[in-house]
Protein backbone atom coordinates (compact mmCIF):
# COMPACT_ATOMS: atom_id res chain seq x y z
CA UNK A 1 0.00 0.00 0.00
CA UNK A 2 1.18 3.21 -0.95
CA UNK A 3 2.32 5.70 2.29
CA UNK A 4 -0.12 8.59 2.59
CA UNK A 5 0.86 11.85 1.73
CA UNK A 6 -0.10 13.45 4.83
CA UNK A 7 -0.31 11.95 8.61
CA UNK A 8 -3.65 10.31 8.82
CA UNK A 9 -6.04 11.70 11.72
CA UNK A 10 -6.50 9.35 13.76
CA UNK A 11 -8.70 10.90 15.85
CA UNK A 12 -10.07 14.42 16.56
CA UNK A 13 -10.25 14.15 20.11
CA UNK A 14 -8.12 17.07 21.26
CA UNK A 15 -7.72 18.87 17.85
CA UNK A 16 -7.72 22.23 17.19
CA UNK A 17 -8.84 23.39 13.74
CA UNK A 18 -9.72 27.29 12.70
CA UNK A 19 -12.54 27.09 9.92
CA UNK A 20 -12.69 30.10 7.63
CA UNK A 21 -16.11 29.89 5.59
CA UNK A 22 -17.97 28.72 7.96
CA UNK A 23 -21.05 30.62 8.12
CA UNK A 24 -22.85 28.50 5.18
CA UNK A 25 -22.80 25.71 2.74
CA UNK A 26 -20.02 23.25 3.06
CA UNK A 27 -18.02 25.32 5.66
CA UNK A 28 -20.89 24.97 8.40
CA UNK A 29 -22.04 21.44 7.49
CA UNK A 30 -17.83 20.55 8.24
CA UNK A 31 -18.11 22.78 11.36
CA UNK A 32 -20.45 20.67 12.76
CA UNK A 33 -18.50 17.51 11.64
CA UNK A 34 -16.12 18.21 13.27
CA UNK A 35 -17.31 19.44 16.45
CA UNK A 36 -19.03 16.46 17.24
CA UNK A 37 -16.45 14.21 16.12
CA UNK A 38 -14.98 15.91 19.48
CA UNK A 39 -12.43 19.20 17.85
CA UNK A 40 -12.29 22.33 19.22
CA UNK A 41 -13.21 24.41 16.50
CA UNK A 42 -12.85 28.42 15.87
CA UNK A 43 -15.23 29.84 13.27
CA UNK A 44 -14.80 32.43 10.65
CA UNK A 45 -16.84 34.18 8.50
CA UNK A 46 -18.05 38.11 7.77
CA UNK A 47 -21.53 36.84 9.10
CA UNK A 48 -20.94 36.93 12.84
CA UNK A 49 -24.57 35.94 13.58
CA UNK A 50 -24.83 32.41 11.26
CA UNK A 51 -21.64 31.59 13.08
CA UNK A 52 -22.96 31.69 16.41
CA UNK A 53 -25.84 29.93 15.58
CA UNK A 54 -24.04 27.33 14.76
CA UNK A 55 -21.35 27.57 17.70
CA UNK A 56 -23.94 27.50 20.24
CA UNK A 57 -24.51 24.46 21.39
CA UNK A 58 -21.06 23.11 21.59
CA UNK A 59 -18.69 23.96 24.39
CA UNK A 60 -15.91 23.68 21.91
CA UNK A 61 -16.82 26.32 19.52
CA UNK A 62 -15.16 29.63 19.37
CA UNK A 63 -16.89 32.65 17.15
CA UNK A 64 -13.82 35.09 15.36
CA UNK A 65 -15.66 36.58 12.45
CA UNK A 66 -13.79 39.07 10.38
CA UNK A 67 -13.15 39.89 6.81
CA UNK A 68 -10.74 37.95 4.79
CA UNK A 69 -10.78 40.41 1.90
CA UNK A 70 -9.02 43.32 4.78
CA UNK A 71 -5.15 42.07 4.86
CA UNK A 72 -5.05 43.80 8.16
CA UNK A 73 -7.67 41.39 9.65
CA UNK A 74 -5.55 38.66 9.52
CA UNK A 75 -2.97 39.28 12.09
CA UNK A 76 -5.98 40.19 14.44
CA UNK A 77 -8.07 37.05 13.45
CA UNK A 78 -4.89 34.58 13.95
CA UNK A 79 -4.04 36.30 17.93
CA UNK A 80 -8.10 35.97 18.75
CA UNK A 81 -7.39 32.66 17.13
CA UNK A 82 -4.46 31.48 19.53
CA UNK A 83 -6.57 32.90 22.63
CA UNK A 84 -9.30 30.50 22.15
CA UNK A 85 -7.41 27.34 21.19
CA UNK A 86 -3.51 28.22 22.17
CA UNK A 87 -2.29 25.97 18.78
CA UNK A 88 -3.65 25.38 15.42
CA UNK A 89 -3.59 21.82 14.08
CA UNK A 90 -5.24 22.50 10.58
CA UNK A 91 -6.69 25.29 9.37
CA UNK A 92 -9.28 25.48 6.50
CA UNK A 93 -9.48 28.37 4.06
CA UNK A 94 -13.06 27.82 2.46
CA UNK A 95 -14.49 31.53 1.78
CA UNK A 96 -15.83 31.85 -1.97
CA UNK A 97 -18.28 33.08 -4.02
CA UNK A 98 -19.88 32.02 -7.20
CA UNK A 99 -20.27 34.19 -10.04
CA UNK A 100 -21.76 32.15 -13.28
CA UNK A 101 -20.38 33.90 -16.57
CA UNK A 102 -19.98 33.28 -20.11
CA UNK A 103 -17.43 34.52 -22.02
CA UNK A 104 -19.79 37.23 -23.75
CA UNK A 105 -20.85 38.96 -20.79
CA UNK A 106 -17.90 39.77 -18.47
CA UNK A 107 -18.71 41.98 -15.16
CA UNK A 108 -14.93 43.09 -14.72
CA UNK A 109 -16.54 44.24 -11.40
CA UNK A 110 -17.61 40.69 -10.10
CA UNK A 111 -14.28 39.22 -11.82
CA UNK A 112 -12.30 41.30 -9.44
CA UNK A 113 -14.33 40.64 -6.86
CA UNK A 114 -14.07 36.91 -7.27
CA UNK A 115 -9.84 36.68 -7.58
CA UNK A 116 -10.24 38.98 -4.52
CA UNK A 117 -12.13 36.62 -1.97
CA UNK A 118 -11.61 33.35 -3.70
CA UNK A 119 -7.81 33.52 -4.15
CA UNK A 120 -6.55 36.82 -3.13
CA UNK A 121 -7.30 36.52 0.48
CA UNK A 122 -5.96 32.76 0.03
CA UNK A 123 -2.63 34.58 -0.13
CA UNK A 124 -3.32 36.87 2.73
CA UNK A 125 -4.32 34.28 5.05
CA UNK A 126 -1.19 31.89 3.86
CA UNK A 127 0.80 34.89 4.41
CA UNK A 128 0.27 35.07 8.05
CA UNK A 129 -0.64 31.36 8.63
CA UNK A 130 2.02 29.72 7.14
CA UNK A 131 4.76 31.19 9.18
CA UNK A 132 3.05 30.42 12.47
CA UNK A 133 2.30 26.72 11.63
CA UNK A 134 6.33 26.90 10.99
CA UNK A 135 7.02 28.46 14.42
CA UNK A 136 5.14 25.72 15.28
CA UNK A 137 6.31 22.63 13.37
CA UNK A 138 3.35 20.99 12.97
CA UNK A 139 0.17 21.02 11.55
CA UNK A 140 -1.76 21.81 8.60
CA UNK A 141 -3.49 23.86 6.36
CA UNK A 142 -6.30 23.26 3.85
CA UNK A 143 -7.51 24.81 0.55
CA UNK A 144 -11.23 24.29 -0.70
CA UNK A 145 -11.07 24.94 -4.56
CA UNK A 146 -13.30 22.74 -6.75
CA UNK A 147 -13.39 20.43 -9.51
CA UNK A 148 -14.38 23.14 -11.82
CA UNK A 149 -10.81 23.69 -12.13
CA UNK A 150 -9.89 20.95 -13.88
CA UNK A 151 -10.73 22.26 -17.21
CA UNK A 152 -12.79 24.79 -18.95
CA UNK A 153 -16.48 24.56 -18.29
CA UNK A 154 -19.52 26.41 -19.29
CA UNK A 155 -20.46 29.74 -17.14
CA UNK A 156 -17.21 28.61 -15.17
CA UNK A 157 -15.36 31.93 -17.09
CA UNK A 158 -14.40 33.48 -13.49
CA UNK A 159 -14.84 30.82 -10.79
CA UNK A 160 -13.10 27.74 -12.69
CA UNK A 161 -10.37 30.21 -13.05
CA UNK A 162 -9.81 31.13 -9.47
CA UNK A 163 -10.42 27.51 -8.49
CA UNK A 164 -7.54 26.00 -11.08
CA UNK A 165 -5.45 28.98 -9.29
CA UNK A 166 -5.88 27.33 -5.96
CA UNK A 167 -5.10 24.12 -7.34
CA UNK A 168 -1.72 25.18 -8.73
CA UNK A 169 -1.23 27.04 -5.29
CA UNK A 170 -1.82 23.92 -3.26
CA UNK A 171 0.25 22.00 -5.03
CA UNK A 172 3.23 24.56 -4.42
CA UNK A 173 2.19 24.40 -0.75
CA UNK A 174 2.98 20.82 -0.55
CA UNK A 175 6.04 20.88 -2.76
CA UNK A 176 7.29 23.25 -0.63
CA UNK A 177 5.86 22.99 2.80
CA UNK A 178 5.26 18.51 3.61
CA UNK A 179 9.41 18.43 3.50
CA UNK A 180 9.11 21.08 6.64
CA UNK A 181 6.69 18.97 8.49
CA UNK A 182 3.19 20.48 7.57
CA UNK A 183 0.09 19.10 6.17
CA UNK A 184 -1.56 20.51 3.09
CA UNK A 185 -4.79 19.34 2.13
CA UNK A 186 -6.47 20.34 -1.24
CA UNK A 187 -10.50 20.17 -1.30
CA UNK A 188 -12.34 19.71 -4.60
CA UNK A 189 -16.04 19.46 -4.22
CA UNK A 190 -18.18 18.58 -7.04
CA UNK A 191 -21.64 20.29 -6.98
CA UNK A 192 -22.76 20.82 -3.60
CA UNK A 193 -26.55 21.94 -2.38
CA UNK A 194 -25.39 25.05 -0.96
CA UNK A 195 -26.99 29.24 -1.37
CA UNK A 196 -23.98 29.20 -3.73
CA UNK A 197 -25.08 26.89 -6.14
CA UNK A 198 -29.04 27.28 -5.59
CA UNK A 199 -29.18 29.25 -8.57
CA UNK A 200 -27.81 27.02 -11.03
CA UNK A 201 -30.98 26.18 -13.81
CA UNK A 202 -29.07 23.14 -15.34
CA UNK A 203 -28.56 19.45 -14.27
CA UNK A 204 -25.33 19.13 -11.55
CA UNK A 205 -24.39 15.68 -11.83
CA UNK A 206 -23.46 14.32 -8.73
CA UNK A 207 -25.50 16.53 -6.49
CA UNK A 208 -24.36 16.05 -2.60
CA UNK A 209 -25.65 17.72 0.56
CA UNK A 210 -23.25 19.90 2.32
CA UNK A 211 -23.22 17.06 5.39
CA UNK A 212 -22.16 14.35 2.37
CA UNK A 213 -19.27 16.97 1.49
CA UNK A 214 -18.71 17.35 5.28
CA UNK A 215 -17.69 13.88 5.83
CA UNK A 216 -15.64 13.09 2.29
CA UNK A 217 -13.59 16.29 3.52
CA UNK A 218 -13.26 14.10 6.88
CA UNK A 219 -12.41 10.87 4.95
CA UNK A 220 -9.85 12.60 3.39
CA UNK A 221 -8.32 13.89 6.37
CA UNK A 222 -8.30 11.22 8.39
CA UNK A 223 -6.56 9.06 5.47
CA UNK A 224 -4.03 11.63 4.90
CA UNK A 225 -4.84 11.97 1.35
CA UNK A 226 -3.53 15.28 -0.63
CA UNK A 227 -6.33 15.83 -2.81
CA UNK A 228 -9.89 14.96 -1.38
CA UNK A 229 -12.08 14.81 -4.62
CA UNK A 230 -15.78 14.12 -4.43
CA UNK A 231 -18.25 12.76 -5.45
CA UNK A 232 -16.25 9.51 -6.81
CA UNK A 233 -17.58 8.74 -10.22
CA UNK A 234 -18.09 12.46 -11.15
CA UNK A 235 -14.85 13.92 -10.01
CA UNK A 236 -12.83 11.21 -11.65
CA UNK A 237 -14.46 11.55 -14.71
CA UNK A 238 -14.10 14.85 -14.68
CA UNK A 239 -10.44 14.68 -13.99
CA UNK A 240 -9.85 11.88 -16.59
CA UNK A 241 -11.57 14.42 -19.48
CA UNK A 242 -9.57 17.17 -18.13
CA UNK A 243 -6.14 14.68 -19.73
CA UNK A 244 -8.00 13.54 -22.78
CA UNK A 245 -5.78 15.29 -26.08
CA UNK A 246 -7.50 19.07 -26.46
CA UNK A 247 -9.22 18.00 -29.40
CA UNK A 248 -11.34 15.00 -27.90
CA UNK A 249 -11.77 17.07 -24.63
CA UNK A 250 -13.41 19.75 -26.59
CA UNK A 251 -15.68 17.20 -28.84
CA UNK A 252 -16.95 15.51 -25.57
CA UNK A 253 -17.64 18.51 -23.16
CA UNK A 254 -19.54 20.40 -26.37
CA UNK A 255 -21.25 17.04 -26.68
CA UNK A 256 -22.04 16.60 -22.28
CA UNK A 257 -22.70 20.28 -21.88
CA UNK A 258 -24.77 20.95 -24.84
CA UNK A 259 -22.73 24.37 -25.18
Known amino acids: MMKALNPPITTWTGKRVWLIGASSGIGAALAESLLTA ?24 YVVPFDVTETEAWPLALAQVLEHLGHIDLVVLGAARYDPTHSW ?6 AEKSFDLNVV ?6 SVIVPHLLEQGCGGVSLIASISGYTGLPRALIYGATKAALQNLCETL ?6 KGLAVYLINPGFVQTPMTSGNDFPMPGLLTPQQAAQA ?10 EIRFPKAFSFTLRLISM ?6 FALLHQTTGM
Open 38 to 61: GASVVLSARRAEQLTTIAAPHSTA
Open 105 to 110: TIDLEQ
Open 121 to 126: SVYRGL
Open 174 to 179: YFELAP
Open 217 to 226: IMRGFERGHF
Open 244 to 249: LPDRLR
